[in-house]
């Protein structure tokens, strides 16, 4: 039984891809790109650092708690510790998320926090040039961004950045609120 | 009720009421004429005979009285005999009169007039007596002048009175027979208008019932006989339709002879044709016979390629599971490629070099997943690929059957075919039998419908008659009811 050849044309240019990254010299250096991973939260494409994250974890299992902070919907347990979970479609002011979280990001801080989206779309190494500030309140109707700065420009299109420290940070200051009498 | 009364009872009903009329008139005639009779029968035999009596007993007493005298005169026995029998006719006069019928006054006067000639008598005997003695006629005379006189004189007045009173009761006898007789005439002359007007009334409710009822009659006899001629015009006018009908009859009977000649001989032909077509089903079973062995070895290769099918379905139901596993294989390692780029960016610059390393795997895991994602489209076209011929294939070893079923029937169509044909060819055997008998059966037909013709003929000259007669008929009837209602003609 022959092999269609358009299949053997694809496994070979797969095996010249493959050879070529080990012959061809490093294009770029870590400060010429920037790592990016494209993210899915409900009908909305975001876009995060991957310097502000610790690690992904796909189909998370999550504990619901009882809890007054905004955004969360219960716990995790990731290589012995237990995470919050934070919803990032509800951080982000988004309704139309109706789907499970099957993505659980773990934010680098001083205490691990996760937030839980939809959707991987992939990752992103755009040159450092692609990325721009968000041009906030460009337009009147647009929903008030305050956790994205910056935007980068893709093939696909504009996707604009979530700032995970500042989300971080007003996680934790609402949660300091939501513990106070 | 007089409707139901018949033409006969109803005259005889009117003759009888006029019989009777005529016997109530007749017998109050009787009765008014023997009334009147009684009435003049009592004056003439009553109050007339009276009066006849009066008068005999007033002349017996004159001849008693001239005979007296006459003795006086000449003492003769004549005279005295004539004297006796003068008085018994007087005396059998009074009884004569006794013997009638007399009312109050009459039996007075008579008993006066009784008394009265008993004293004339007596004074009488003693005058004849005086008269046979020595006396002359001379006393006598004085005695007879004094004496007896008198007493004649009462006598007569009282005669007299009588036959007075006999004439007042001739003459109210007369009166009241006359009278009698003018009731009687009045009564009769009553009886008769009012038996005339019985009989005017009977004749006219006579008339009018019987005009009535013949009048009716008669309406229905007209309107019979106008029905009649309508339906003598209908028959005529049918039977020359069926005399019509009965000559297309013939034509087409005629033209069905010939048909069932032609019949005939069509079917011999098809008795002929009907031996082909059996030697050719017979052939035709056989033909049937080996295809329905080929159609048996053909839906054992169908069954066989869609065991085979099943068995590609199966292997590709198992591919799929391996290439799920394969995904899954490629999803972890792209999060661990992710995890690691993560990590190494964590890492700072002493990571870069992971980090490409990371970012081929988590480029290789990309591509193993795209690969994954065109093997399952190609396994899940290859799945529908054999899905489709697993039920083509089913379909086919369906059709296979039913062609095989089919082949079966026809076998059995043919040998019912044969024997349908042997049947045929019996059948057009009998049919061209029954045909020949059928054209005799058509040809007797046709001379019955030939008589018929003729009746049909005769049955409109009948019918003809009948019109002329229903006419005639009518015509009478109109007659008949201008006789009786001369105002209806107007």
Excluded at chain 2, 172 to 191: I, K
Excluded at chain 2, 302 to 330: A, F, P, Y
Excluded at chain 2, 435 to 456: H, L, M
Aim: contains cysteine; glycine residues 8%; proline residues 3%.
């Amino acid at each position: 039984m022959s092999v269609p050849g358009d299949l053997v044309s694809k496994a070979t240019a797969l095996r010249d891809a493959f050879d070529a990254s080990f012959a061809l010299p490093r294009s770029q250096s870590a400060a010429e790109v920037v790592q990016l991973l494209a993210i899915r939260v409900g009908s909305h494409r975001y876009a995060l650092r991957l310097g502000d994250l610790g690690g992904m974890i796909a189909r998370p299992t999550i504990v619901p708690v009882p809890a007054s902070a905004p955004g969360i919907i219960g716990i995790a347990g990731v290589h012995g510790d237990i995470v919050p979970a934070y919803l990032l479609s509800s951080l982000l002011g988004h309704t139309d998320d109706t789907d499970p979280p099957s993505w659980m990001a773990l934010c680098r801080a001083p205490d691990v926090v996760g937030l839980c989206f939809s959707g991987l779309e992939g990752s992103l190494r755009p040159p450092r040039a692609a990325l721009h500030r968000a041009a906030v309140g460009a337009q009147a109707t647009a929903p008030p961004r305050p956790f994205v700065t910056e935007a980068v420009t893709t093939d696909a299109g504009v996707l604009p950045v979530i700032a995970v420290p500042v989300l971080i940070a007003t996680i934790r200051q609402r949660a300091g609120a939501a513990r106070e009498p | 009720m007089g409707r139901s009364w018949t033409f006969g009872q109803k005259m005889g009903a009117g003759f009888a009421a006029m019989v009777l009329l005529v016997l109530v008139t007749a017998g109050g005639a009787v009765v008014a004429l023997r009334s009147v009779a009684e009435s003049k029968d009592r004056v003439i035999d009553v109050d007339a005979r009276n009066r006849i009596l009066a008068g005999e007993l007033r002349i017996a007493a004159e001849h008693k009285a001239s005979a007296l005298r006459g003795y006086l005169l000449l003492r003769d026995d004549e005279n005295l005999g004539t004297f006796r029998s003068a008085r018994a006719a007087f005396h059998e006069g009074l009884r004569a009169l006794r013997a009638q019928p007399l009312d109050r006054e009459g039996a007075r006067l008579l008993d006066a007039i009784q008394q009265a000639e008993a004293a004339h008598q007596v004074e009488c005997e003693a005058v004849v007596l005086s008269r046979q003695g020595p006396g002359t006629a001379e006393s006598a005379g004085r005695q007879f002048q004094d004496r007896v006189l008198p007493l004649m004189v009462e006598l007569r007045r009282h005669i007299e009175s009588f036959g007075k009173n006999e004439e007042h009761e001739l003459e109210q006898g007369a009166r009241a027979a006359t009278d009698a007789a003018n009731n009687a005439t009045m009564a009769l002359v009553g009886l008769a208008m009012l038996a005339l007007l019985v009989a005017a009334a009977a004749a006219l409710a006579l008339t009018r019932a019987l005009t009535n009822q013949v009048g009716s009659a008669v309406q229905h006899i007209q309107s019979s006989s106008t029905e009649l001629q309508t339906a003598a015009s209908q028959q005529a006018s049918g039977t020359r339709e069926q005399s019509s009908a009965m000559s297309e009859i013939t034509t087409t009977i005629s033209e069905l002879l010939a048909t069932s000649r032609q019949i005939a001989e069509s079917a011999q032909r098809v008795a002929r044709i009907a031996d082909d077509t059996a030697k050719a089903a017979r052939a035709g079973e056989l033909t049937v016979g080996k295809s329905g062995e080929l159609i048996g070895a053909i839906k054992r290769q169908v069954d066989l390629i869609v065991t085979h099918m099943l068995d590609l379905g199966r292997k590709s139901q198992q591919i799929g599971g391996i290439l799920e596993i394969v995904n899954e294989l490629s999803e972890q390692t792209n999060i661990l490629a992710i995890n690691a780029t993560i990590e190494a960016a964590g890492a700072g610059e002493a990571g870069r070099r992971f980090a490409v390393v990371a970012d081929e795997i988590r480029k290789l895991a990309d591509r193993v997943g795209g690969s994954t994602k065109e093997i399952r489209g190609l396994i899940e076209e290859i799945r529908a690929s054999v899905n489709t011929t697993v039920m083509t294939t089913e379909g086919g070893t369906k059709a296979v059957d039913a062609g095989t079923r089919q082949f079966l029937d026809v076998a059995v169509v043919f040998k019912q075919i044969v024997s349908s044909v042997g049947t045929t060819t019996d059948a057009s055997r009998e049919i061209e039998l029954s045909t020949k008998q059928q054209a005799s059966a058509i040809e007797q037909v046709n001379i019955a419908i030939a008589n018929v013709a003729q009746a049909t003929r005769e049955t409109e000259a009948s019918a003809g008659q009948t019109l002329q007669t229903a006419s005639q008929l009518t015509g009478l009837s109109k007659d008949l009811t201008r006789l009786i209602r001369p105002q209806a003609d107007a």
